[in-house]
């Protein structure tokens, strides 16, 4: 079977730091996304890890581990407009040929 | 980075209509397009993979009778919803598979969604 679990919610503070993980057991995996989407609109692509360790893009780094089926997300001085949900999706190389399986995704309150 | 566009972007039709979607990326080919459906507060679901020049394979679940999808050019995919009801009112979003420089640059676009609202 196919799963993506993430937290369903987070709280943070302007400015700091937070990490949204992620763990998966998919079929045939091809790699992990992590999309943002603000309500109402279609997501956008933050980040793609095919291989193990640390992508850094920004104020975003997003992490893979192979072997343990898990990714985080990671925001560093936060702002305001972060607000959003992240998804986690995976990759599968099944008979769909590349079609994403979704998480639940996340949704982060960004505080002042 | 790259552009998947979608039109139009909100349709209000009345039952028994026909709504066709277009969902087009704008500086890359993509041979393979996805389309996904997102009711409020929930995650996106996969309806379909629309595959240029063949035909498009459908989720468990999903009518392919119902929702017909064509892939006419390595840019352009349509979703047309036929005989629309009420209860498929929902947020429709394409995403296009851009391959990049080879299978470690790959990544999807999605485009910005077209909102349906069957009365």
């Known amino acids: 079977g196919q799963n993506i679990d993430q937290p369903t919610e987070m709280t943070a503070t302007e400015g700091a730091i937070v990490q949204i993980n992620c763990t998966y057991q998919?079929?045939?995996?091809?790699?992990l996304f992590w999309y943002q989407q603000h309500a109402g609109e279609a997501p956008t692509f933050l980040s793609y890890?095919?291989?193990?360790g640390l992508e850094e893009k920004g104020r975003f780094s997003s992490f893979l581990s192979r072997s343990k089926g898990y990714s985080y997300l990671l925001l560093k001085e936060l702002q305001m407009k972060d607000s959003a949900s992240y998804l986690c999706?995976?990759?599968?190389?099944?008979?769909?040929?590349?079609?994403?399986?979704f998480g639940k995704g996340t949704k982060l309150s960004v505080k002042p | 980075g790259a552009v998947v566009s979608q039109h139009p972007s909100w349709v209000i039709c009345k039952s028994g209509t026909s709504v066709k979607i277009e969902c087009r990326s704008l500086?890359?080919?993509?041979?393979?397009m996805f389309w996904y459906r997102q009711f409020p507060k929930q995650s996106l679901m996969l309806m379909a993979t629309?595959?240029?020049?063949?035909?498009?394979?459908?989720e468990q679940g999903v009518e392919k009778d119902k929702f017909l999808i064509n892939h006419a050019s390595l840019t352009l995919s349509t979703l047309t919803v036929t005989s629309a009801h009420p209860e498929d009112s929902s947020f429709y979003i394409c995403?296009?598979?851009?391959?990049?420089?080879?299978?470690?640059?790959?990544?999807?676009?999605f485009g910005p969604g077209t909102r349906l609202l069957v009365l």
């Open positions: 995403s296009a598979r851009d391959p990049g420089g080879g299978w470690y640059q790959e990544t999807q676009y």
């Open positions: 998919t079929s045939g995996f091809n790699g």
């Open positions: 890890n095919v291989l193990d």
């Open positions: 999706a995976g990759m599968n190389y099944g008979g769909s040929q590349g079609n994403l399986i």
């Open positions: 500086d890359f080919q993509a041979t393979t």
């Open positions: 629309s595959n240029e020049g063949s035909k498009a394979t459908y």
